[in-house]
């Protein structure tokens, strides 16, 4: 297995969002296993990323844990300082790749949804990935590569999910113009869009939910739900050498959902 090494054999370093759990938990711990040394955010829960320092531990990797609120984007400038100083921790000076993966969900019908929630939705998913991007923009080494998570729920349409798909798509825009401006510092910008994924996103609807996993896996191509190792172990491998030349692209991870 490569370890994604640099020439001069300093490991690479990553930047997950919303790292503690979930999709973003897989992707630091797939990264791990390749040899890559994470960074990562998590919201509230220093219990929870601390399981995930230990588990990159094992795998042997270094993983730093720092909180973060992606809709506070007052908060950046404090949080670039600390990464700063996590690098340094890491003997580094640049990072390599970025995971903007961090998000909530809302399930409300258009004609329901108020000023606040939309509100909500575009800082923590645009706004925040927008300006955490930028500031994090002096620090990532020509040649890195940046994943912008979206949704299935971009090219499929369904009821009560409008705002929240809205700003998914909005992000898949912001992927290709990025792709363009950054290619001059050789540095890569691709969409991962997963499906529905049992974990504990939307209250655990999918992994919790019988009748919600049922109906996943009845519309499923590969007949089930999705798993975080079902994505996670995708984004790393999007990261690495092997797929330098993919760029500005849409990929979505859904086991052939609503084909």
Not at 80 to 90: F, I, K, M, P, Y
Not at 113 to 125: A, F, K, M, P, S
Not at 141 to 150: L, Q
Not at 175 to 196: C, D, F, M, S
């Amino acid at each position: 297995m490569s370890t994604q090494n640099t020439p001069d054999s300093r490991a690479r370093i990553a930047i997950v969002t919303g790292g503690s759990r979930g999709i973003g938990r897989n992707t630091v711990l797939s990264l791990a296993r390749r040899g890559v040394d994470s960074i990562f955010t998590y919201r509230s829960n220093r219990a929870e990323a601390e399981h995930v320092v230990a588990a990159a531990a094992e795998a042997g990797r270094r993983a730093v844990a720092l909180p973060l609120d992606t809709g506070d984007s007052a908060s950046f400038d404090r949080f670039v300082g600390e990464v700063r100083q996590a690098l340094t921790s890491l003997d580094a000076q640049r990072f390599d790749y970025l995971v903007n993966n961090a998000g909530t969900s809302l399930h409300n019908a258009f004609a329901e949804t108020t000023e606040d929630e939309l509100d909500t939705l575009y800082r923590i998913h645009f706004k925040g990935v927008f300006f955490l991007t930028q500031k994090l923009l002096p620090l990532i080494a020509d040649g890195g590569r940046i994943v912008n998570i979206s949704s299935g729920l971009t090219r499929v349409s369904m009821p009560g999910v409008t705002a929240y798909a809205s700003m998914k798509g909005a992000i898949e825009v912001l992927t290709r113009v990025l792709a363009k401006e950054l290619g001059p510092r050789g540095i890569g910008v691709n969409t991962v869009a997963p499906g529905a994924i049992a974990t504990d996103f939307s209250g655990g609807m999918v992994r919790d939910n019988p009748e919600v996993n049922k109906r996943v896996a009845e519309m499923t191509a590969l007949g089930r739900a999705g798993e975080p190792d079902d994505v996670g172990p995708m984004i790393a491998a999007l990261l690495s050498d092997d797929n330098r030349w993919v760029n500005a692209q849409r990929i979505e991870v859904s086991g052939g959902m609503m084909v």
